[in-house]
């Protein structure tokens, strides 16, 4: 099943790191590849999905001793749109991103040492236009807005599916057969 990265239209703000670099896929087709870095609220992770909660939580508990998490989901066929100040217009729109190598960790920096930082790695399709315009805005504070555009699948409630999956078993054990 897909996972929705975020499912609501906020604007977050985000640090684009400056230099974008870029791969090619599997299929050999250029992809820029940028990073953002976004510190954790829980304002900020309103819509995250269940898991990168989770380790926020998990990093942001000083107690736990938690200096970092690596969440292994890949995010695909979401569009960023990107405004340069929160109550302007969106400047640029990167579509049919990927995001992949998700991270929470915790800021090792003296004047913010509880600061908990989400990074991640974007893939976009190349055009020049759009390495060119990145290649400016690298490392500027951004706003961004996550939209997913691929159908998130859902699981149905099929009560004689998990009637059959259920027969033989009882207290969580399989019944022995004589």
Partial sequence: MQAEFFSDDTLREVLLHPV???K??????????LNFAMV?????????PDHILTA???????????QKCIIS??????????????????????DDCTIRSVTIS?????????????????TVPYSKKLWSYLGDAGGTTVWVQFE????ILQEEDDSS????????IEGGKKKKSN
Avoid: W
Avoid at 24 to 33: P, S
């Fill in 20 to 22: 974008p670099s870029l």
């Fill in 24 to 33: 090619l896929n599997a299929q050999k087709e250029r992809r820029i590849r």
């Fill in 40 to 48: 954790c609220t829980e304002e900020n992770l309103a819509g995250a």
């Fill in 56 to 66: 926020f939580g998990d990093v942001a508990a000083d107690e736990n001793g938690i």
């Fill in 73 to 94: 989901t890949e995010f695909e066929r979401i569009n960023i749109a990107i405004h340069h100040l929160p109550d302007k217009p969106k400047s640029h729109t990167l």
């Fill in 106 to 122: 915790r800021k090792a920096k003296e004047n913010s040492p509880n600061d908990v930082v989400l990074h991640m790695v974007a």
């Fill in 148 to 151: 997913q555009t691929q159908a």
């Fill in 161 to 168: 599916a998990k009637q059959h999956t259920l027969e033989g």
